[in-house]
T-cell receptor, first 116, second 114 residues
Framework: DAGVIQSPRHEVTEMGQEVTLRCKPI?????LFWYRQTMMRGLELLIY????????DSGMPEDRFSAKMPNASFSTLKIQPSEPRDSAVYFC??????????????FGSGTQLSVL | AQSVSQHNHHVILSEAASLELGCNYS??????LFWYVQYPGQHLQLLLK??????LVKGIKGFEAEFIKSKFSFNLRKPSVQWSDTAEYFC????????????FGAGTQVVVTP
């Protein structure tokens, strides 16, 4: 298996532009997570999906952030409009959850976002 | 609300030295505990996890962690580190019925010098 695949690896954009980050989870996994990593705040959970349904989006910082999972093999995280404080590494992770218990998460390589 | 506290932000040590990274959590109930590692330029990988049973958990690459319920701690240890252990280490916790939602600590950057 190729693991969790994220694209792009690096994104540099200007303030006000729309940014779309993409994630392909591991085949067969039923849960997908978007995390953001910054020096100041560490790793923060933004949103997660179970069976393509958003379960908890309380970590999404503002209305400028939105995430979708149209099918089991694809998810997007969109920032519109982007701001310099959105600069961070965004990780996608997936897992197979058979119960409500915590399971091992498989992380992608992340997208390094720089908003100028 | 649950929280995770890692005591050290940066640790520098020499090869063959022993490593212990502290992790304390705040959660009112049964917890699942994890240590993840992020090597330079790579994604996070699971080192070890505790769900139940023996509180001393052994993970990959010679790491182990001990769950001490009375102290709300899950410290990571390795008796003799190698240069390749240079990485950032994250403690994480979640509770039952949390559907994999992990609360991560701030991370500890470990640098092992030759």
């Amino acid at each position: 298996d190729a693991g969790v695949i994220q694209s792009p690896r690096h994104e540099v954009t200007e303030m006000g532009q729309e940014v779309t980050l993409r994630c392909k989870p591991i085949s067969g996994h039923n849960s997908l997570f978007w995390y953001r990593q910054t020096m100041m705040r560490g790793l923060e959970l933004l949103i997660y999906f179970n069976n393509n349904v958003p379960i908890d989006d309380s970590g999404m910082p503002e209305d400028r952030f939105s995430a979708k999972m149209p099918n089991a093999s694809f998810s997007t995280l969109k920032i519109q409009p982007s701001e310099p404080r959105d600069s961070a590494v965004y990780f996608c992770a997936s897992s197979f959850l058979s119960t409500g218990t915590g399971e091992k998460l498989f992380f992608g390589s992340g997208t390094q976002l720089s908003v100028l | 609300a649950q929280s995770v506290s890692q005591h050290n932000h940066h640790v520098i040590l020499s090869e063959a030295a022993s490593l212990e990274l502290g992790c304390n959590y705040s959660y009112g109930g049964t917890v699942n505990l994890f240590w993840y590692v992020q090597y330079p330029g790579q994604h996070l990988q699971l080192l070890l996890k505790y769900f139940s049973g023996d509180p001393l958990v052994k993970g990959i690459k010679g790491f182990e962690a001990e769950f001490i319920k009375s102290k709300f701690s899950f410290n990571l240890r390795k008796p003799s580190v190698q240069w390749s252990d240079t990485a950032e280490y994250f403690c994480a916790v979640n509770g039952p019925d949390s559907w994999g939602k992990l609360q991560f600590g701030a991370g500890t950057q470990v640098v092992v010098t030759p």
